[in-house]
Every structure is written in structure tokens, then in C-alpha cells.
Nanobody, 124 residues
Framework: QVQLTESGGGLVQAGGSLRLSCAVP????????MGWFRQVPGMERERVAV????????FYADSVKGRFTISRDDAKSTVDLSMNDLKPEDTGVYYC?????????????????WGQGTQVTVSS
């Protein structure tokens, strides 16, 4: 498993932007798919965005397409989630996740390494 640490959450007004960062202190290992997920109390954790270890394949939930961008910098050992035009329904705890696998996976149960999460709150 991989140690992951999220940062960048906070309170923002609707229409604003935030950039979340996931640091991998030990360095991003080869062939790790990385993803961002979010969860609100009483709801299941949902996928937001995922990026393949080669950086060429990505997945976005329909609700964030065109507003969020996932990127990875293996040299810096970070995976970022840029969030624009934020909406109140984007509120939740955002988690970074990793899985050592050769193909793109997107479900929460497909990932075996998780960070502690960072809170994002979007006010209306």
C-alpha cells in the first residue's frame, strides 16, 4: 500500500475554484492508477476523477466533466485535482486513492490505498 496525504481543501463560494493536491511521500510507484473520490455523511463514497499511471487515460464523473481536471506529476510525486465553477453539491470530504494495476479502474472498491481526506465546502 501507498501512503497518501491530501491538502488544499477549504471553504469557497459557488462559482469559485480550489486545487487539491495528493502527496505521496515515498514517491509515486510505477503502474499506480490514482484517483480522487468524495463522500458526504450518510452517502457512499463516489468517484470523481481517475488518472492512469501513464497519464494518458482519465475518467471523470459526469457531474464534474468540464469543471474538474486531474493531473499527475510523478517527478514531484503529486496528483492534483483542479476544481472550477464549484457548486454546493460538490461539498464533501475528498479522498486521494491509489491502486497498483495496469489498466484504468474507477470504483472505490478497486483502490487499496487511501488518504485521510480533505474537506471541501461550497457555499451558495
Amino acid at each position: 500500500q501507498v501512503q497518501l496525504t491530501e491538502s488544499g481543501g477549504g471553504l469557497v463560494q459557488a462559482g469559485g475554484s480550489l486545487r487539491l493536491s495528493c502527496a505521496v511521500p515515498g514517491g509515486i510507484l510505477p503502474r499506480h492508477v490514482m484517483g480522487w473520490f468524495r463522500q458526504v455523511p450518510g452517502m457512499e463514497r463516489e468517484r470523481v476523477a481517475v488518472i492512469h499511471w501513464n497519464g494518458l487515460k482519465t475518467f471523470y464523473a459526469d457531474s464534474v466533466k468540464g469543471r474538474f481536471t486531474i493531473s499527475r506529476d510523478d517527478a514531484k510525486s503529486t496528483v492534483d485535482l483542479s476544481m472550477n465553477d464549484l457548486k454546493p453539491e460538490d461539498t464533501g470530504v475528498y479522498y486521494c486513492a491509489a491502486r497498483h494495476i495496469s489498466y484504468l479502474v474507477t470504483r472505490p472498491e478497486d483502490f487499496d490505498s487511501w488518504g485521510q481526506g480533505t474537506q471541501v465546502t461550497v457555499s451558495s
